[in-house]
């Protein structure tokens, strides 16, 4: 994610200027703004492609989706990613269509796709739906092979350019592996996620996806028996199958490459949010198929409907840990020569050390803390018992902050059985972090 994060740092610096500390919401505000501007281009995608209604119907189902919505409120890539991906997909068709403006409008895809992956590396599953999209309507007979005929040598040129630009960043990857902490994954997964994207609801899977369903089928079959009821554009078949692709595609081959036998550790619901946008604009044009508008507008309030009562479930747990809590606790108690230990170490090393910095006070992580972490070669103090005995021994009281889910108890353990534990709290959440204190002199 190192676009997002080189976005974060300018982003920091500008409110550093103007005096704003690093809160929680001041690091979310990328994430927000990107999340706008994605269902902006959400919508003038869906416009282009199924026409006004459409957007607007698929602008409002990504705005009220529920996984959009927990993505969009973390200090993280997704958001960014979405955006660019719309873009991208915005300026292939737009390359598709144009008349005398096609080099504009490749260059806007050159430059969006690349930092998409740059912006996430997921990305790359959706560099490759847009490539089968061109390949499937190249092959079949109608309108979009014609187009596509006649745009392939600025297309290929395109992709090339793309594949040389993210050959570093792609390069980096194939040679320090994935994300390992991704388990392999069983058929259960996918149905699962499904019901992810909507909050868990089957209403909004049968309701939604339904409608998507009917607006592809359509669009494929040219309306056919359904064009007493429906009013699709002839040309729509090519858009639609672009936006299948591009749903189905980063799905079955994240599952395939996260098989026990392979397992490249990429199938996560959090990585699969790149496949809600063309869900939502699949269901814009389900519903501005249909002949009446009125029918249309009931529809459209219907989906919504289904979709906006899952949101609030992500505000009655939205976090995993309060970190936030345990680092005042530990602030408030702090006195010049105290120490500090943390495990797991990158678990609980990096927020604490965040969230004291944020608070700008004298607690601190000495450069030998066990557990402390180091970007610089990303490496972290030992958490072995006589290095946290040696490190405890040189200061008169140590804070001992750990996860549950963390190995805690061990060193815990260790440190109760030498020295008085004279503070403790636990901060609630789904995981619960605690710190103790330890008095390891005599006098303070």
Same mark, same amino acid.
Request: proline letters at 6%; one cysteine or more; aromatic letters at 10%.
């Given at each position: 994610m190192i676009l997002y994060y080189l976005v974060l740092k300018a982003w920091l610096g500008v409110t550093g200027l103007v005096g704003l500390a690093p809160s929680e919401t001041v690091l979310r505000v990328p994430s927000a703004v990107f999340a706008v501007a994605a269902a902006v281009v959400v919508y003038l995608l869906g416009r282009r492609l199924f026409g006004p209604i459409a957007g607007l119907v698929a602008a409002g189902l990504y705005l009220s989706n529920f996984l959009q919505m927990g993505v969009a409120q973390l200090a993280r890539s997704y958001s960014l990613e979405l955006f660019l991906l719309a873009v991208s997909w915005y300026a292939l068709f737009a390359a598709l269509d144009a008349r005398g403006t096609t080099r504009r409008w490749w260059a806007v895809f050159v430059t969006a796709s690349t930092l998409a992956v740059y912006a996430a590396l997921f990305s790359g599953l959706v560099l490759s739906s847009e490539a089968a999209a061109l390949v499937l309507l190249l092959v079949l007979p109608?309108?979009?092979?014609?187009?596509?005929?006649?745009?392939?040598?600025?297309?290929v040129v395109s992709f090339v350019l793309v594949a040389v630009l993210i050959a570093p960043i792609a390069l980096d990857a194939a040679l320090h592996g994935g994300p390992v902490w991704l388990a392999p994954v069983g058929a259960h997964v996918i149905t699962g996620f499904l019901l992810a994207i909507g909050g868990g609801s089957r209403r909004y899977e049968l309701l939604v996806f339904g409608i998507a369903t009917l607006g592809f089928v359509g669009a494929l079959a040219g309306a056919g028996r359904l064009r007493r009821i429906t009013s699709i554009r002839p040309d729509s078949y090519g858009p639609a199958l672009a936006m299948a692709t591009w749903f189905a595609l980063p799905i079955i081959v994240s599952f395939a490459l996260t098989q026990p036998r392979l397992n490249l550790h990429l199938f996560s619901n959090r990585y699969l949010v790149i496949v809600v946008p063309p869900l939502c604009l699949l269901a814009g044009l389900g519903v501005s198929a249909l002949r009446w508008r009125a029918a249309q507008a009931t529809l459209a309030v219907g989906l919504l409907l289904v979709a906006a009562p899952q949101l609030p479930r992500y505000y009655a747990s939205p976090q995993l840990q309060d970190i936030r809590g345990a680092a005042q606790w530990i602030e408030v108690r702090y006195q010049p020569g105290d120490g500090l230990i943390c495990a797991p170490a990158v678990e609980c090393a990096i927020p604490i050390q965040y969230y004291l910095e944020a608070e700008r006070g004298p607690a601190h992580f000495d450069p030998d803390s066990p557990g402390r972490f180091f970007w610089d070669g990303g490496s972290t103090v030992s958490l072995d018992e006589a290095a946290v005995l040696a490190y405890a021994t040189r200061h008169?009281?140590?804070?001992?902050?750990?996860?549950?889910?963390?190995?805690?108890?061990?060193?815990?353990?260790?440190?109760?059985?030498? *020295?008085?534990?004279?503070?403790?709290?636990?901060?609630?959440?789904?995981?619960?972090?605690?710190?103790?204190? *330890?008095?390891?002199?005599?006098?303070?």
């Amino acid at each position: 994610m190192i676009l997002y994060y080189l976005v974060l740092k300018a982003w920091l610096g500008v409110t550093g200027l103007v005096g704003l500390a690093p809160s929680e919401t001041v690091l979310r505000v990328p994430s927000a703004v990107f999340a706008v501007a994605a269902a902006v281009v959400v919508y003038l995608l869906g416009r282009r492609l199924f026409g006004p209604i459409a957007g607007l119907v698929a602008a409002g189902l990504y705005l009220s989706n529920f996984l959009q919505m927990g993505v969009a409120q973390l200090a993280r890539s997704y958001s960014l990613e979405l955006f660019l991906l719309a873009v991208s997909w915005y300026a292939l068709f737009a390359a598709l269509d144009a008349r005398g403006t096609t080099r504009r409008w490749w260059a806007v895809f050159v430059t969006a796709s690349t930092l998409a992956v740059y912006a996430a590396l997921f990305s790359g599953l959706v560099l490759s739906s847009e490539a089968a999209a061109l390949v499937l309507l190249l092959v079949l007979p109608g309108i979009w092979r014609e187009r596509i005929r006649a745009g392939i040598r600025p297309a290929v040129v395109s992709f090339v350019l793309v594949a040389v630009l993210i050959a570093p960043i792609a390069l980096d990857a194939a040679l320090h592996g994935g994300p390992v902490w991704l388990a392999p994954v069983g058929a259960h997964v996918i149905t699962g996620f499904l019901l992810a994207i909507g909050g868990g609801s089957r209403r909004y899977e049968l309701l939604v996806f339904g409608i998507a369903t009917l607006g592809f089928v359509g669009a494929l079959a040219g309306a056919g028996r359904l064009r007493r009821i429906t009013s699709i554009r002839p040309d729509s078949y090519g858009p639609a199958l672009a936006m299948a692709t591009w749903f189905a595609l980063p799905i079955i081959v994240s599952f395939a490459l996260t098989q026990p036998r392979l397992n490249l550790h990429l199938f996560s619901n959090r990585y699969l949010v790149i496949v809600v946008p063309p869900l939502c604009l699949l269901a814009g044009l389900g519903v501005s198929a249909l002949r009446w508008r009125a029918a249309q507008a009931t529809l459209a309030v219907g989906l919504l409907l289904v979709a906006a009562p899952q949101l609030p479930r992500y505000y009655a747990s939205p976090q995993l840990q309060d970190i936030r809590g345990a680092a005042q606790w530990i602030e408030v108690r702090y006195q010049p020569g105290d120490g500090l230990i943390c495990a797991p170490a990158v678990e609980c090393a990096i927020p604490i050390q965040y969230y004291l910095e944020a608070e700008r006070g004298p607690a601190h992580f000495d450069p030998d803390s066990p557990g402390r972490f180091f970007w610089d070669g990303g490496s972290t103090v030992s958490l072995d018992e006589a290095a946290v005995l040696a490190y405890a021994t040189r200061h008169q009281r140590v804070f001992f902050v750990f996860a549950r889910s963390g190995p805690g108890e061990p060193v815990e353990s260790s440190l109760g059985a030498h *020295f008085r534990q004279v503070g403790r709290i636990q901060a609630h959440a789904a995981v619960d972090t605690t710190v103790v204190l *330890f008095q390891t002199s005599p006098t303070n």
